[in-house]
């Protein structure tokens, strides 16, 4: 229950495309769901994030998409390009936590 | 700006030796913080987190301790080092007081155990 499943684990884009990764939860007393990219060698950095009071957020080429009824969020990065080629993790804090939950990660190979 | 500076950036270590890696968040006050270990291709395990000097919750049991002298130090020690040590090694700081925020993380530690 206090799982975050990401789904793919790797995935190859071509440039101009859209990257879809998608993650699902069981526990709805999950209020916060960041995505975090992480280039290797290099920690995570916070993408974008959203809480479950609404549906879709975006920012700039990266797009949240939240459906609370099926337990399920997903990132979309518009216009994919090869500097965004790196690993994308979601992850999911429950109400009143301190602590992350982070999905297994998937790898972004975005070809020229 | 608040910035979290961990070191060394890489380390090589014998089995059974002992380990210190250290982390420091600059820029804010009272932070919490955490220590995670991120396995080749895999996701985060978080290991430690602290909302306060000196408190210390455990995630997992292991070889692995962590101490906060400081009120923005993070430390993550071991007696003695295990094979299964082996990892990238990741502090990261977040808010005090305040639920349900990022977390920022550091560069990381390579610790390869020979």
């Known amino acids: 229950q206090q799982q975050v499943k990401q789904s793919p684990q790797s995935l190859i884009v071509q440039k101009g495309g859209i990257s879809i990764i998608n993650c699902a939860y069981e526990n709805t007393a999950f209020d916060y769901f960041p995505w975090y990219q992480q280039f290797p060698g290099k920690g995570p950095a916070l993408l974008i994030a959203i809480r479950p009071d609404v549906s879709e957020k975006k920012e700039g080429r990266f797009t949240i998409s939240f459906n609370k009824s099926a337990k399920q969020f997903s990132l979309h990065i518009m216009d994919s390009q090869p500097g965004d080629s790196a690993t994308y993790f979601c992850?999911?804090?429950?109400?009143?936590?301190?602590?992350?939950?982070f999905g297994s990660g998937t790898r972004l190979l975005v070809r020229p | 700006s608040q910035t979290i500076h961990q070191w060394p950036a890489t380390l090589v270590q014998p089995v059974g030796s002992p380990l210190s890696l250290e982390c420091t968040v600059e820029?804010?006050?009272?932070?919490?913080l955490y220590w995670y270990r991120q396995a080749a291709g895999r996701g985060l395990q978080l290991l430690f987190y602290?909302?306060?000097?000196?408190?210390i919750s455990s995630e997992v049991p292991q070889n692995l301790s962590a101490s906060r002298p400081q009120d923005r130090q993070f430390i993550l020690s071991s007696k003695k080092l295990l094979l299964s040590d082996s990892g990238f090694y990741l502090c990261?700081?977040?808010?005090?007081?305040?639920?349900?925020?990022?977390?920022?993380f550091g560069d990381g530690t390579r610790l390869s155990i020979l």
């Open positions: 820029g804010t006050s009272n932070p919490n």
């Open positions: 990261a700081w977040s808010h005090q007081g305040i639920s349900n925020q990022p977390q920022h």
């Open positions: 602290s909302v306060g000097i000196g408190q």
């Open positions: 992850a999911a804090s429950l109400s009143g936590s301190y602590k992350l939950i």
